[in-house]
């Protein structure tokens, strides 16, 4: 059944239609080109939970008010390597280009630069920010924090959300160093997946209502943090980045994502990070050093000969090169919801003829 329903569309008309419909419904050009861009980069990586299915509910929010689709983006820095970003309720994906690219510029001066972003949405993938600044050379951090759906270590109630930590360096091999690692188990958009699948849930990853773990996505109501303790603090230092510095609501303050009402704003907090290599060593040592340094650990004897030793980011650039040619799968429950957008703004489906 689910190999039935999974189809490849080709990456370049589906970033077109999400840009165009979201123009349609009011978008400026930037927030609508960083939208479309951001979810159709990170479904050609095979971060399907965080690509183009999530398109659907942007458009509702967009229409709804939740998301501000021309914002008076503005920055406020007391410090010239570091800045505050008032989104204006933005699309995060806007929001967060809007913040790395500020890192970026200072940071080729400064050595290094960073931007906290008040008042934004959900931003999608973090890598797509942190690649950002590794695509100029530059090393680029990213991170958010989310709504509560992660217990506390001892806990059974969640508190913070998956929090993400990605981290991007430039290599001189062409493909940039890219961890982008949620601090729970798992997400939730997989819980999500689960449940229309009805695959079982990876151990240690999801808790019942009453706090005991299950693999069962259909009641699943919360996460478990990625290594214990350990996740949770990640989770935590996520925390004190995209809120306390910032002033906005932490997890359990922050309204659910798919459960709060599609019309009320979320006030995310984001934070981004720039370093420009040569301030510490000779231009081009840290690709040439981080190329090296992949390809020793490529090259680690596995467990199994079947399963090779993997950098971070090797999954994620397979699943691109197998997506260029096979196009980004869209799963017949999203088409449906992509089909509601398109009769409402009167635009063809990109996997329809013209």
């Known amino acids: 059944m689910a190999g039935a329903a999974v189809k490849g569309v080709a990456a370049a008309p589906l970033a077109a239609f999400i840009r165009a419909a ?83 510029e200072r940071a080729r001066r400064l050595g290094t630069a960073s931007v906290a972003v008040r008042r934004s949405s959900h931003f999608g993938a973090a890598a797509y920010f942190a690649l950002r600044a590794a695509e100029q050379g530059l090393v680029g951090l990213a991170f958010t924090n989310a709504d509560a759906l992660v217990v506390p270590t001892r806990g059974k109630r969640p508190f913070f959300g998956t929090n993400p930590v990605a981290f991007a360096a430039p290599s001189s091999d062409g493909e940039p160093f890219c961890l982008d690692m949620a601090t729970s188990q798992l997400n939730w958009n997989k819980v999500l997946r689960a449940r229309e699948s009805g695959e ?27 290594g214990g303790y350990k996740g949770f603090g990640l989770g935590a230092m996520v925390d004190i980045l995209c809120a306390s510095l910032t002033g906005g609501p932490c997890g359990p303050d922050m309204l659910p994502m798919f459960t709060s009402p599609i019309a009320a704003r979320r006030d995310i907090g984001h934070y981004f990070l720039a370093l420009e290599p040569a301030a510490f060593d000779e231009a081009g040592a840290l690709a040439r ?66």
């Open 289 to 354: 050093r981080v190329a090296e340094l992949r390809a020793r650990l490529r090259a680690e004897p596995p467990l199994d000969p079947a399963e090779p030793v993997l950098a971070a980011g090797d999954p994620e650039t397979a699943a691109r090169r197998l997506r260029e040619t096979d196009g980004v799968p869209v799963p017949e429950a999203d088409r449906a919801a992509f089909a509601v957008v398109a009769r409402k703004v009167g635009l063809t489906l990109p996997w329809e003829p013209v």
């Open 200 to 226: 079982a849930l990876p151990p240690a990853a999801a808790v019942d209502a009453d706090g005991r773990e299950t693999r069962d996505a259909a009641v699943a109501r919360a996460l478990m943090p990625s």
């Open 22 to 104: 979201l123009e349609r419904l009011g978008a400026d050009a930037f927030s609508a080109e960083h939208v479309a861009r951001g979810l159709t980069e990170t479904s050609s990586r095979g971060v399907d939970s965080h690509g183009v299915r999530l398109f659907p509910h942007y458009a509702r929010a967009l229409e709804a008010g939740r998301v501000n689709g021309r914002p008076n983006f503005r920055f406020e820095s007391r410090f010239e390597g570091a800045a505050v970003l008032h989104a204006d309720d933005a699309f995060g994906h806007a929001a967060g280009v809007k913040a790395m690219d500020w890192a970026v």
